[in-house]
């Protein structure tokens, strides 16, 4: 059956800031409560003082990149917080654009793909078998890392182009993608996810996909939220390549002809709450096992109430 979850729609710059929406997703039918990449604030350190502050709900990162910290370091903080919270970790993770890893690294990954290999097979190592001793092109780790009870810890993996997706299907638990349309999830994703499954003989990866949308009201621009939610997504050389493939194209150098793009082609949805019920249910038609809510443009649009009375509003659609 497939869940509903929401996003945090927001990089709160402060932890106490995330606390109405952990708040939500313990008091609602929510699944999971997510935050996505961040860089004033660490996502691991905000989930675990939610918990500390009495909201302690299922959580993932999706997705947090792999150049800010040592996939050690990684294990430990999905350890902790799955200790802390009580609950079921998704420690989803992702190389990042390229302009990024040259930013952090001094030069991008030479392989995609080998990194992020190398990257979840330290933390699989670490958390599963109880230590990891690799030398690896991008990532080394000889440590033990006693095995203790907790709640599960699933890696997860950015997802947006096939060869992720193969990729994910042979070393992730949950494969996660951002602004892709169902159609590409049903006829992209899916099969590379389960090719890659199959080859590696293991089972295919739950699908979470996060959904930029809006309920639509007579105040609003449909095409200004989509552009508020995802323009820097459309600067990005991947999401570019991503979009093409799924039949969108996008110009860094018209942002508003980008948004209108993203809602022709039902990357962005936008919609009285039947209409969104039901476009959220082709994701459910094209493999998602976890549909995500993300209301960014909302926030940052309205503000805090807006967001929070929009997730309330779409959970109670989705999940009654």
């Known amino acids: 059956m497939t869940t509903y979850s929401f996003l945090a729609p927001f990089a709160p710059y402060r ?25 004033l604030n660490d996502p ?10 009495g909201f302690r709900v299922p959580t ?10 040592h996939p050690y370091q990684a294990a430990v903080q999905a350890h902790a917080l799955a200790v802390g919270s009580g ?20 030069a991008p990954y030479r392989s995609q793909l080998g990194a992020v290999r190398e990257y979840l097979g330290v933390m699989r190592g670490l958390l599963e078998q109880g230590g990891i001793s690799q030398d690896g092109e991008y990532f080394t780790c000889h ?9 599960p810890v699933e890696l997860g993996l950015g997802v947006l182009r096939p060869a992720m997706a193969r ?33 590696a003989g293991r089972p295919m990866p739950r699908v979470a996909v996060m959904v930029p ?61 039947a209409e969104l019920a039901a476009r959220l249910r082709e994701y459910a038609d094209a493999g998602a096992d976890e549909i ?15 967001s929070l009375a929009e997730l309330e509003t779409l959970l109670e659609t989705v999940t009654s």
């Open 292 to 306: 995500v809510l993300n209301v960014t443009g909302v926030h940052m649009r309205y503000g805090e109430r807006a």
């Open 143 to 151: 440590s033990e890392f006693p095995l203790m009870p907790r709640p």
């Open 213 to 273: 949308l809006a309920l639509a009201g007579p105040d609003r621009d449909a095409a200004e939220l989509a552009a508020i939610s995802n323009t820097g997504h459309t600067l990005l050389p991947h999401y570019i390549d991503m979009l093409a493939r799924s039949g969108i194209t996008v110009n860094p150098d018209d942002p508003k002809g980008n948004a209108e793009a993203l809602l022709t082609g039902g990357a962005f949805l936008y919609g009285e709450a």
């Open 60 to 69: 993932g990162t999706g997705v947090t990149l792999m150049p800010q910290r």
């Open 167 to 199: 990729l994910a299907g042979e070393i992730a638990d949950v494969a996660i993608t951002w602004l892709t349309p169902a159609p590409y999830v049903r006829d992209v994703v899916v099969p590379a996810l389960r090719a890659g499954a199959e080859a």
């Open 87 to 106: 609950h079921s970790v998704v420690a989803g993770f992702g190389p990042g654009a390229v302009s990024f890893q040259r930013s952090l690294l001094g």
């Open 44 to 53: 691991f350190q905000d989930f675990a003082h939610a918990a500390a502050s």
């Open 15 to 39: 932890p106490e800031q995330l606390l109405p929406y952990a708040a939500l997703a313990q008091w609602s039918d929510a699944h999971r409560l997510w935050q996505g990449q961040a860089v």
